[in-house]
């Protein structure tokens, strides 16, 4: 062996900043990023086509959400402009016996939600949205987008009353397959529906119709969607994570509570570990 071939390895072998060095220069980075394989066959299908059924709220839960959002959506009253929908989820409602927040906290949807985040994932929203009906104009959420909160999102959207046709604001969305045929922007885009459909071309759209109870999984920022287009008011669920790093911080109501939440996951779910529920809420 050659002095300069002896020195260099023995600056490979034991010298540590070479070591490093080398690993960097060998890594795969794709996989550094990548996510562990789907453990379930439904996160596999949001994988693949960016949604899938998602579980059905028990009845006692369901009738208890009812009787506590049903009359407090009736109190609202309907903006003329911006987002035809408020949100009725309240600090106050951060409790082990809320049924919406025992609901997001509950096997079927978190674990199906850390499935397909690979463990590495944050509480983004716990919402319960009144959406009230609105004619002329499209407005807001009601034109055809993508969330930008995250480059990968999830969704569980839930029904709080029945939604068995066009006029009860089903939501709308296609596949992950066919959102990649529209046009990509600098800007972020809100889309027209004359517009979608000639960009979307034999794209199919999807319309989730369900009983109370009804949910939906579905990555809202690889699946264009639009939502509360109803002509009745309508109840949903919609509790929502993100990744570890996204480009939009949780909302207020998450992040303001977050030690709340966390010592009310904790009696919903006692079998979780604090260290995967102080990560899903940014606490450690």
């Known amino acids: 062996m050659s002095t300069v071939r002896k020195i260099a390895s023995f600056a490979r072998w034991r010298i540590v900043p ?58 609202v009253k309907p903006k003329e402009s911006g987002h035809p929908f408020i949100n009725l989820f309240q600090a106050e409602d951060i409790s082990a016996d809320n049924p919406v927040f025992s609901f997001a906290f509950s096997a079927p949807v978190l674990e199906a939600a850390s499935d397909y985040f690979g463990g590495k994932l944050i509480l983004d929203s716990i919402q319960v949205l009144y959406s009230w009906p609105t004619d002329g104009p499209l407005r807001e959420s009601q034109y055809w987008h993508l969330d930008y909160g995250d480059r990968k999102s999830f969704h569980c959207v839930g029904y709080l009353k029945d939604v068995l046709t066009p006029e009860d604001g089903p939501f709308v969305h296609v596949s992950k397959e066919a959102t990649q045929k529209i046009g990509r922007s600098m800007i972020i885009r809100r889309i027209g529906d004359e517009q979608f459909d000639r960009e979307l071309g034999d794209g199919k759209i999807e319309k989730f119709y369900g009983k109370a109870g009804s949910s939906v999984l579905v990555d809202p920022s690889t699946c264009y969607h639009y939502g509360s287009r109803c002509k009745i008011p309508r109840l949903a669920v919609f509790v929502t994570f993100s990744t570890w790093f996204p480009f939009v911080q949780p909302i207020p109501l998450i ?5 709340k939440i966390l010592a009310e996951a904790r009696k919903v779910r006692p079998d979780l570990s604090l260290p995967f529920l102080q990560a899903l809420l940014q606490l450690n």
């Open 18 to 75: 070479i070591r490093y060095a080398t690993m960097v220069g060998g890594m795969k980075w794709g996989k550094l990023f990548a996510h562990p394989p789907a453990k379930s066959a439904t996160t596999e299908k949001i994988r693949m086509r960016g949604y899938a059924p998602g579980p059905v709220m028990p009845a006692a839960l369901l009738q208890q959400a009812r009787e506590i959002y049903e009359p407090r959506g009736s109190l």
């Open 255 to 259: 992040t303001q509570n977050a030690e």
